[in-house]
């Protein structure tokens, strides 16, 4: 992720303002979901909480915001297909696969929809 971020740097130049208000963003999405984490009595890895803070500093809040509905969205759908499909209940799934699939198609389809 570290790249990602230095490929912006050099792309679109540096911006303090931008930086900084990334760094905002992303300070944001991880305090929410390190609340979750605590609330849910660590039900969420802090390996999500990690890759939720780089992501939503390389992508701003608009993207961020738009990537983890959808990466909620996937993870819902995908264990009710596995709870219809299966004999045995599961409850706990990695989110770390929703949220990079969320943020992949926000990437692949923003400017299309934009």
């Given amino acids: 992720m570290l790249v990602l971020v230095l490929v912006r740097h050099f792309i679109q130049g540096f911006d303090f303002y931008s930086y900084l208000m990334s760094f905002i963003v992303s300070i944001f999405f991880t305090l929410v979901f390190l609340l979750v984490r605590k609330i849910t009595h660590n039900g969420l890895g802090f390996g999500d ?20 509905i959808l990466a909620c ?3 819902i759908v995908f264990i009710a297909v596995k709870n219809k499909n299966s004999q045995e209940k599961i409850n706990k799934v990695p989110f770390a696969p929703f949220i990079s699939s969320g943020y992949f198609l926000v990437q692949l389809f923003y400017g299309l929809v934009k």
């Fill in 73 to 75: 969205l996937f993870g």
């Fill in 49 to 68: 909480v990690k890759l939720i803070f780089i992501t939503s500093f390389c992508f701003g809040l608009v993207k961020s915001y738009i990537a983890l």
